[in-house]
């Protein structure tokens, strides 16, 4: 078995189920209680419209869970009602500070029967508003990156039973190399890069811990946490997981970026996502 085949072997067991998501704009009428990024949401008429530093948050996209139910294959959504994901364009925050807190926003209505298309807030500016776009859904195999599966085998001692197979050392020696090389090939094949669960394709750096130390108060701008709280927040961290990531949407006439070239990522921990609460989720930006 040579270097590669034993590191795909390893990508194996550490590989996610990732549900992603392709858009093309709608110039058909608009789309009611279906899934979709953009246009107008479909709500409750008393629905209060979020704001963050008394701006209005534009409206991302919606998707009908029942849509995606059978892609979910560990069974982490709930299996219906509709996502609603909201982020505040103008500051387009990073989520590395505690104030960022309310600049993104996710609700969860599990019954829509009597909702509407609503209007946006008088108050919002026109390029504030996503045109709407129509989106399909593929699964997919989600790898992690790097410094992801560095993290992971720190935790859960991954290469420990490999350790008897009589190249490990050099594997060990050229297992970034090897990595990259697989990784890159995964990163060339992806067709989209917004998506729900599976890993985040970062650009910068991995979140988890960002999300644990940012949600307990510590600004996380190029300042580390205190080392004392090293232990609680490392520990914390593996309670996150990647709820929905977002890609540039981009049509003949419009595009929507997040800084440049970048990604906003929707995180949420296990135990909120299993007991349907999304009042905590936690957006981070990264671009390049």
Not at 155 to 183: P, Q
Not at 249 to 254: A, H, Q, V
Not at 274 to 283: A, G, I
């Amino acid at each position: 078995m040579d270097f590669k085949e034993l590191l795909t072997k390893i990508l194996s067991e550490v590989k996610k189920d990732e549900i992603t998501i392709f858009t093309k704009p709608n110039e058909d009428s608009e789309i009611l209680n279906k899934s979709k990024i953009g246009g107008r949401p479909y709500l409750p008429k008393d629905f209060v419209w979020p704001y963050y530093q008394e701006l209005p948050l534009s409206f991302l996209a919606q998707i009908n869970l029942e849509e995606v139910k059978s892609l979910d294959k560990d069974n982490l959504l709930p299996d219906k009602g509709m996502l609603y994901f909201f982020y505040e364009l103008e500051t387009q925050e990073w989520g590395y500070s505690p104030q960022d807190k309310g600049c993104a926003k996710v609700f969860y209505f599990e019954d829509t029967s009597n909702f509407e298309l609503i209007d946006f807030p008088e108050d919002m500016e026109d390029y504030y508003k996503i045109p709407e776009f129509k989106v399909n859904f593929k699964s997919n195999i989600s790898l992690p990156s790097y410094e992801d599966f560095d993290n992971l085998n720190e935790d859960e001692k991954i290469l420990e039973k490999y350790k008897t197979h009589k190249n490990f050392k050099d594997f060990e020696d050229k297992l970034f190399d090897e990595y990259s090389e697989i990784y890159d090939e995964y990163m060339e094949s992806i067709e989209s890069h917004t998506k729900l669960l599976g890993y985040p394709d970062i650009i910068q750096n991995s979140m988890e811990e960002e999300c644990a130390a940012v949600t307990r108060g510590f600004n996380m701008g190029g300042i580390d946490y205190p080392k004392k709280y090293k232990e609680e927040i490392k520990k914390a961290s593996k309670d996150w997981i990647l709820l929905f990531q977002m890609d540039t949407i981009e049509s003949d006439d419009y595009e929507l970026m997040f800084g440049d070239c970048g990604h906003i990522y929707f995180w949420i921990k296990k135990d909120d996502l299993k007991s349907k609460n999304f009042d905590n989720v936690w957006l981070i930006l990264q671009c390049c």
